[in-house]
Each structure stands twice: as structure tokens, then as C-alpha cells.
């Protein structure tokens, strides 16, 4: 068969995509330097509400590890997008997961609170620094800790030494916020840890290959009929084409247009979104009109109704949104 021939025979990688994975920061909102709330950006609850109202699987992955999931999907749903619990994945939720199968049951968290909550919820024992046993721990778990200082480093770096693993919700140096890129906690608190023990790093959040494997899991879809969209290359794109995923770029974040262009092949999206709501067009399969009268009606009722969703949460008064925090 014919070069061509090929071409024509292999389904496209738009007609491929089944299910969606979002970004968050600079994809779906953006929050204020202090992280004291959320601006939605343009298209989020239309093109999530369309998605719930046709039955497409899609979750939400962040790298922000200082809330448990349910509790940061009520946040989320505060700000007007309709997210399920089930539908919000952390490093954490990840991370649970992974320590599970290795029979890890017991970890040191350098972290918040909310960090080690979907750890306890699995049945592992979480313990901090200055807790009896701090370092007889398999894992150790490095999270959102705006608060971390030199004996948590010291505690964490004792527990490595005596045996326990390195595992770490997200090396990544920034996330998008309103004023521009804000630095990541857990990637300069990993990068101490690492420079006194030399020891290697599971990671659990973006982008690894273990996080978009589990989201795929959960939604039911393969990762090479998933779509992933997402803001930074090192991230999100990174992730999608490392798990052979179809990988959607967008510019409301921290990368322009231009600089997208400019990526070597690995970090390359196989597109830029103009706007949010060309998530719709990759969707050509699963959001394909149905033949019946009946159907296509149903179809835009799903749209008037995604439609009416967007602009009631755009016309809400800004001192009316309950204050939401967000982290990377």
C-alpha cells in the first residue's frame, strides 16, 4: 500500500479522541498571586457543562496537591464549573495509589494538612516532621508546604537515609496565576532534599506517565484516545506525548503562540487552541450530531443549556464568588 494509501487507512488522530484530561491553571482559571481566588477563563463552563451533558468522559489533573480532590472540586463547583468529585485528580489521589501496590503503609508528609488526605483515606498511616517516628517511614511524600523549613528538609533527607523512598507530587518550577508565573513549593523542597541524598524521585503528578495511566483507568478510555489539554509544554504536552495521547495546547497560560511554535517534536502539541471550545471539534466522534430528530434536538437542548451555564457564572458579581485557593 501507498504512502498514502496508509494515510487514508489509519483514523485520525481527531476522530481517535474519547475522553479529556484538563489542565487547571491557565486552562480552565487562573487565580490571583496569593491564591486567594479564581477567574474562570473563557469557554471552561460551556465546554465542560457540553461534555457532562453528552456523557463524554473527561477529568481535571492538577499539580496542586494542598487540597484533598473532593474538597477541591467543591471549590471548584463554588466558582461555577461543573466538576464531580470523582472527576477532580490530584498528585495525592495518585500517589495513594502507587504507595498501595508497593505496600508502603506508613509515610512521612512534607506537606499541609490536605496534602496526605487522600493517602489516610486509603488506609496509610501519614506522620510529619516532629512526630514520634517521623523517620521509620517507606516513603517519604513531598507536597504543597508554603511552610516548610530546614528541619523538615533534615527530617525527610534522615528518613531517605535509613531506606524510605522519594516520592513527590510536582517538579514543576511554576504555575500560571493572574500576574504571571508563581514558583512551585514541592520543586524547590525536592530539589534540596535531592541535592543532600542524591536519591531518585517517583513522581506522581504532570508529567508522568503514572498520572495520565491512572486518569485513563479511572475514565475508562486507553491513553491513546485521550486528549490532553494543557498550557505548558513541560507539563501537560510533555505527559500526552510521552503516553502517546493527543495533546491540545492553549495561550491562556503560561506559553504564547509563538513559543509553541518553537518546540522541539517531543514538546510539540498537535494543535494550538485558538479558544477553549475547539476542545468541541476534537471530539467529532463522541459529539457527532445523531441522525434522529429526536437526537439532534436533544443535542441542542445539551448546547442552549451549556450556553445558559457559561453566562450566569460570567454575569455573577465578582464580591459574590466565594474566595477559592488554589496550588501548584
Known amino acids: 500500500m501507498s504512502a498514502a494509501g496508509r494515510a487514508r487507512a489509519r483514523p485520525s488522530r481527531r476522530a481517535s479522541v474519547r475522553g479529556i484530561v484538563f489542565d487547571v491553571d491557565g486552562t480552565l482559571l487562573l487565580s490571583d498571586r496569593s ?4 477567574e474562570l477563563l473563557p469557554g471552561a463552563v460551556e465546554v ?13 489533573l492538577t499539580n496542586g496537591s494542598a487540597h484533598p480532590p473532593a474538597q477541591q472540586a467543591a471549590k471548584l463547583r463554588a466558582a461555577g464549573l461543573p466538576v464531580d468529585d470523582r472527576q477532580m485528580i490530584t498528585p495525592s489521589s495518585i500517589a495513594a495509589d502507587y ?23 486509603a488506609g496509610i498511616e501519614t506522620v510529619h516532621t516532629g512526630e514520634e517516628g517521623a523517620t521509620e517511614v517507606g516513603s517519604v511524600f513531598v507536597g504543597w508546604h508554603p511552610e516548610c523549613g530546614m528541619q523538615d528538609i533534615e527530617t525527610a533527607c534522615r528518613a531517605i537515609w535509613a531506606g524510605a523512598e522519594l516520592c513527590v507530587a510536582s517538579d514543576v518550577p511554576f504555575f500560571a496565576t493572574k ?25 506522581t503528578g504532570k508529567p508522568s506517565v503514572r498520572a495520565l495511566r491512572f486518569i485513563a483507568k479511572r475514565l475508562g478510555v486507553p491513553m491513546h484516545a485521550l486528549a490532553v489539554v494543557g498550557d505548558d509544554p513541560l507539563v501537560e504536552v510533555l505527559m500526552a506525548r510521552r503516553g502517546g495521547a493527543t495533546a491540545l495546547a492553549v495561550t491562556t497560560g503560561t506559553t504564547h503562540r509563538e513559543e509553541w511554535q518553537r518546540q522541539p517534536p517531543a514538546r510539540r502539541p498537535h494543535a494550538i487552541l485558538t479558544e477553549l471550545r475547539e476542545v468541541l471539534d476534537w471530539l467529532d466522534n463522541a459529539l457527532a450530531p445523531p441522525r434522529t430528530a429526536a437526537g439532534r434536538a436533544r ?9 445558559r451555564a457559561a453566562a450566569r457564572t460570567a454575569s455573577r ?12
Do not use: C, E, N, W
Open 299 to 307: 443535542v441542542k437542548r445539551a448546547r442552549v443549556r451549556a450556553r
Open 99 to 121: 504507595l498501595q501496590r508497593r505496600g508502603i503503609g506508613r509515610v512521612l508528609v512534607l506537606g499541609s494538612v490536605g496534602v496526605g488526605q487522600a493517602l489516610r483515606d
Open 317 to 328: 458579581p465578582a464580591s459574590k464568588r466565594r474566595a477559592v485557593r488554589h496550588s501548584g
Open 35 to 38: 491564591l486567594g481566588g479564581y
Open 48 to 60: 465542560l457543562t457540553t461534555l457532562k451533558a453528552r456523557q463524554v468522559p473527561f477529568a481535571l
Open 179 to 203: 500576574q504571571g508565573r508563581t514558583i512551585g513549593y514541592s520543586h524547590a523542597i525536592t530539589a534540596a532534599i535531592r541535592r543532600l541524598t542524591k536519591a531518585p524521585m517517583t513522581l
